[in-house]
């Protein structure tokens, strides 16, 4: 069993900041890409940045050169700092990862998805 689980959503003013994380528990081999996503109200959901096992990183437009995604391996940890938030920003954001576990059928790897945690930008 694979969990992933989200902290540090909140309300922040616009122009503030926050700091998500992302830890990964359970029956682990190796995680490979990892990456944050969110989804606001009647809108799909959406990449907001990915990043390889040895730290390689994409970002939305939308974000670029406010957000930094960053991982810890040793940990099993993601994290999203966010600075210069805006009302747009506000969205529900939830964290992925292809994991690498074992099954009945042997290893395979699969996507696994976090709860979520709000993100609420006030104008």
């Known amino acids: 069993q694979v969990q992933l689980e989200e902290s540090g959503g909140g309300l922040v003013q616009a122009g503030g900041s926050l700091r998500l994380s992302c830890v990964a528990s359970?029956?682990?081999?190796?995680?490979?890409?990892m990456g944050w996503y969110r989804q606001a109200p009647g809108k799909q959901r959406e990449l907001v940045a990915g990043?390889?096992?040895?730290?390689?990183?994409n970002y939305a437009d939308s974000v670029k050169g406010r957000f930094t995604i960053s991982r810890d391996n040793a940990k099993n940890t993601m994290f999203l700092q966010m600075n210069s938030l805006k009302p747009e920003d506000t969205a529900v954001y939830y964290c992925?990862?292809?994991?690498?576990?074992?099954?009945?059928?042997?290893?395979?790897?699969?996507?696994?998805w976090g709860q979520g945690t709000q993100v609420t930008v006030s104008s």
């Open positions: 992925n990862a292809k994991i690498t576990t074992a099954t009945m059928a042997g290893m395979g790897q699969f996507s696994y």
């Open positions: 359970g029956s682990i081999f190796s995680i490979n890409n």
């Open positions: 990043i390889t096992r040895v730290g390689s990183t």
